[in-house]
Every structure is written in structure tokens, then in C-alpha cells.
């Protein structure tokens, strides 16, 4: 029986699956001097690297994730610790700083990059140690399938990272066909992922810091490759034993998934 996610965002079943690296790096839109990290990995981040989970194309999987027939839900579960690493390097683009040699015929002609310039400066915002437990639905039957079956499986076709490519992660801990449960209690209730709120929906709580950040959630593809159709607003917590209080009037469907409460976006 195919997936079906209702008009409220909340899916009758799903995978669960914890992601996790040594180091982690979700550059922030907008940023390019001082490379900032978003806390908590993108909507649109995650739909990537499911995507190479499975090997699909780039550009060729932004309909699956789209805003009505995928959730997502993202619990972090290590408090989110951010180093700054500096880092040094040469521009890529071809067109500049390039030299030429020439071979032993004259047909033979190598354009590369001139390596002897000054090196820039950059500073990277990383996460230490960040880990995160995914919950995802999908209703496209083929690509939710082969997605189980690698997940189940330990593999992959293209090895999943967080962030940059050299950040490899790990996949643990996967539950198959989750049933995610409406909550139906109208007092205050603790949501342990990310909520896509805003700020002030959100109840205090004494020692519980609260964060907001605002990033890409649904793509799509056009001339140019792809552009960013929606961006999502969410509060989190520093803390990974702490959870994001809300009213029964906030935002978002409470479901619980295994022993947590989710709110798919």
C-alpha cells in the first residue's frame, strides 16, 4: 500500500534513522566572507543526501521532497557545539590566474591553475560532533522503497556526508515503517525536534535556550539548475536533553515516533 501524507503534513508511516559525523557544515545563505553554519541541517540538505543515498541524479529529485508530498522531521541529539577552523586555499574558477605549457607536438596544449599566487584566508564555522535522528516520508513509492532498502541494507551509491563532502557520516539505529501518532493532549507539550514556528509561540522555560534560524525547505528545478521555492522558520534548542515547549495553539501537527514527539515540516 502506497505512503499517504494527510493535508496536515503528518504521514501514516515512516523511516527513522540517526545520521551522525565527526564534523558538520551547512553553509548559511547569504554568507560568503565568514563561512556560518546553520545548527540544524536544511530540509533541502537532507533531501540531498537521501538523494545520494539511492544515486539519484542532481537536479532530478526535487519533485520527491516537494512541499506536499514529503515530511520531514529532524530531532538533534548532541547539543550543537560550533568550532571555528581556519582554512586556506586558491580560488577555482578556471578563468582566472591560469598559465599554459606546451608539448612535445604543438597540438598538445595544458591550460592549468598558476599554484604560486597567495592563498585566501577563510574561516569555517563547523559543529563538533553533530548527530541527528531523521524521521522521512515519502509519497513517491519507487524512491521511498529503494531508499529502505538501502538504509536497511547499510548502503549506499554515493557515501552520505553532513554538509561538506569530506564530512562522511554514518547511518544508524533505522526503524522501517514507523507509525507516526497524532498527539491529542490540548495542555503544554515538549517537542523534541525542530518546531517550525516562530519565537513567540514558543513557551520559556528557566535553563532552556531557545534558537531560530530560517533555511531552505523545498526546491525546484529550473534553467539554471535549481532555486529555492520555500524557506522554513523553526525553533530548537541548544540542549539535546531539552525540548521545545508549545502551546496547543502553535504551529505544526504533534505526532510521536518511536518514544519522541516529532513535528514533520
Not at 541527528?132 to 549506499?156: C, M, P, W
Not at 513557551?203 to 529555492?228: C, F, H, L, N, W
Amino acid at each position: 500500500m502506497s505512503l499517504h501524507i494527510d493535508a496536515d503534513g503528518v504521514p501514516d508511516r515512516c523511516l527513522s534513522f540517526t545520521v551522525r559525523s565527526t564534523w558538520g557544515h551547512f553553509k548559511r545563505v547569504g554568507r560568503s566572507v565568514t563561512k556560518q553554519t546553520y545548527r540544524i541541517p536544511p530540509r533541502t540538505t537532507v533531501a540531498g543526501m537521501l538523494a545520494a543515498i539511492v544515486g539519484a541524479d542532481r537536479d532530478s529529485y526535487y519533485d520527491v521532497f516537494g512541499a506536499d508530498n514529503a515530511a520531514i522531521a529532524i530531532t538533534p541529539l548532541t547539543d550543537l557545539r560550533t568550532v571555528n577552523i581556519p582554512t586556506t586555499g586558491l580560488g577555482t574558477d578556471p578563468g582566472q590566474d591560469v598559465t599554459s605549457s606546451v608539448g612535445s607536438r604543438r597540438s598538445s596544449k595544458l591550460t592549468y591553475q598558476d599554484t604560486t599566487g597567495d592563498r585566501q584566508l577563510h574561516a569555517y564555522e563547523v559543529l563538533a560532533d553533530p548527530a541527528y535522528r531523521i524521521d522521512v516520508a515519502l509519497e513517491n513509492e519507487a524512491f521511498y522503497q529503494k531508499l529502505r532498502e538501502h538504509l536497511t541494507n547499510g548502503t549506499s551509491v554515493y557515501p552520505p556526508s553532513l554538509g561538506k563532502s569530506e564530512y562522511l557520516a554514518t547511518i544508524e539505529d533505522v526503524t522501517t515503517d514507523c507509525n507516526p501518532v497524532r498527539v491529542t493532549d490540548d495542555s503544554p507539550l515538549d517537542i523534541d525536534s525542530v518546531v517550525p514556528i516562530s519565537l513567540s509561540e514558543a513557551i520559556p522555560q528557566g535553563g532552556v535556550t531557545y534558537s531560530v534560524e530560517r533555511s531552505p525547505a523545498v526546491m525546484e528545478k529550473d534553467a539554471g539548475g535549481r532555486r529555492t521555492t520555500r524557506f522554513d522558520d523553526y525553533v530548537y534548542t541548544q540542549q539535546a536533553d531539552a525540548a521545545v515547549r508549545v502551546g496547543d495553539n502553535a504551529g505544526g501537527v504533534p505526532v510521536t515516533v518511536e518514544d519522541r514527539t516529532v513535528v514533520f515540516r
